[in-house]
């Protein structure tokens, strides 16, 4: 029996932080998109430069490119005990396209307000030297606006500002909240209080996988 997750959330769910957990935990490969598109657009190939242009323009890679690099992932062996996907899929098209290939066992949904998204993405900063991260309510510098590691000075990350955050959130509304809504129907969504510690939220996935 395979154990097939898609993690889902709203931008600034810490659904990231959530598949990685559940990966370790049942020794699954942790498969995020967002990783894999910031490895494929150094590469200088056709598919490099298709993607590392849309992610410069803030765009969202099209489906036919996310399709072309998943599909090179579903066909790997590491796949076979099972998968946890984080930023995969993202809209109801996606979700069929995973269907076709793979019966997923859970699609967990880390659900945040968006005033706590809005909160946590704005609170976001970024080593303007070394790009460590850090976020001024969660993981804050020593100094304030200081990088602890280099002293170098903390800015607001591109994809954090309020323009970019108003645009993730549009974004959601308009793709992946459908596709939580078709995951639900099909009986295979799992609800988590996302405004909790970090260590609360897994252990509230565990339970509802039990
Ligand atoms: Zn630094």
Redesign the pocket.
């Known amino acids: 029996m395979q154990m097939n997750y898609v993690i889902a959330g709203p931008p600034g769910s810490g659904k990231g932080t959530q598949a990685e957990l559940l990966a370790a935990k049942f020794k699954l490969p942790h498969i995020s998109t967002g990783v894999i598109f910031r490895e494929i657009q150094t590469q200088d190939t056709e598919l490099g430069r298709r993607v590392k242009k849309l992610l410069d323009e803030g765009k969202l890679v099209d489906n036919p490119t996310v399709y072309e690099v998943v599909l090179q992932k579903l066909n790997t062996p590491e796949l076979r005990k099972g998968f946890v996907f984080d930023g995969f899929p993202r809209n109801i098209e996606q979700a069929g396209f995973l269907a076709k290939y793979k019966e997923l066992s859970k699609c967990i949904f880390i659900d945040v307000s968006d005033a706590e998204c809005i909160k946590r993405m704005s609170s976001r900063r970024v ?1 303007s ?4 991260n850090y976020n001024v309510i969660y993981i804050k510098p020593k100094k304030e606006g200081i ?1 602890d ?4 000075k903390l800015v607001i990350r591109d994809d954090s500002t309020p323009e970019a955050i108003k645009v993730r959130m549009q974004e959601y509304y308009k793709n992946t909240k459908p596709m939580i809504d078709y995951y639900e129907k099909k009986g295979v969504l799992l609800r988590v209080n996302g405004e909790q510690p970090i260590n609360d939220v897994f252990k509230e996935i565990m339970n509802g996988l039990k």
């Not at 590691?149 to 170098?152: M, P």
């Open positions: 080593c030297d070394c790009k460590a990088c590691k280099c002293g170098g």
